[in-house]
């Protein structure tokens, strides 16, 4: 089914396809969408199928992709497509360990149903900085212009400074006045602050699980949930780090990018 609405301004606009399968769910994302400025609405479909001959015909620029559905998931929808030729993705689920699935078809965001508006209306915010970025990496792709994050962190353990290579840390965590950082073979322990240290690592290769502790993402095995909406998470080395539900949301989301 196509759909045209007006659009407010054109220059903050977004075209966007909605390939859901539950009926209300659709509905609801479709009212929630057209109270959104900027939204032009070009497509539904009802499952993969017609999801991924949708984004071929109609190039919308943005898509609301249910990640389970009959005959062909998100995953299989995004993968008869190519991933080279989707367009931005926000994935939604009813289950929120599922959305730790959504960075393998590199979304941008991920909405837990049941739907709602403000976390839509944030969702949306997401996607318009993420264009509005794009547009300017395109137009300036001056290295002054862009932040250089460090290959190697500057650890003050005892009287001596360690160089660790970023990309061999798998985490880090405060521990009252001193700060572990945990690579695959030993421990750093420093009087430094968290925030001292996070400020060094890149937010595309890292992300907190609490107040105290921050993780590298590709070193997240598996996520189970616990009780009372906190989550355990499972490193590749076996270690288990909590996911406080303060930062629940944010992790998902974060790992979906």
Known sequence: MRIESMVPDPGESARVLIVEDEIHSRRFLRELLQEEPGVLIV???TNGTEGADM???LRPDLVFLDIQMPEMDAFEMVANV????MPVLIVATAFAEYALRAYEIEALDYLCKPFDRARLHASLARYFRFKKRALAATKDLSPSNRRVWRRRLAIKEDSAVRFV????ILWVEAANKYVVVRTADRSYVSR???QSIVEELSPEHFV???RSIVVRKNAVSEVRP???GDHLILLIDGTELALSRNYR???YSEMAR
Do not use: C, K
């Not at 290579?165 to 061999?168: C, H, Q």
């Open 226 to 228: 616990l009780f009372q």
């Open 165 to 168: 290579p970023v990309e061999r």
């Open 192 to 194: 430094q602050t968290i």
């Open 82 to 85: 190519g991933l080279e030729h």
């Open 43 to 45: 497509g539904e479909a």
């Open 249 to 251: 949301e944010l992790f």
């Open 55 to 57: 984004v071929t015909t």
């Open 208 to 210: 907190r699980t609490s």
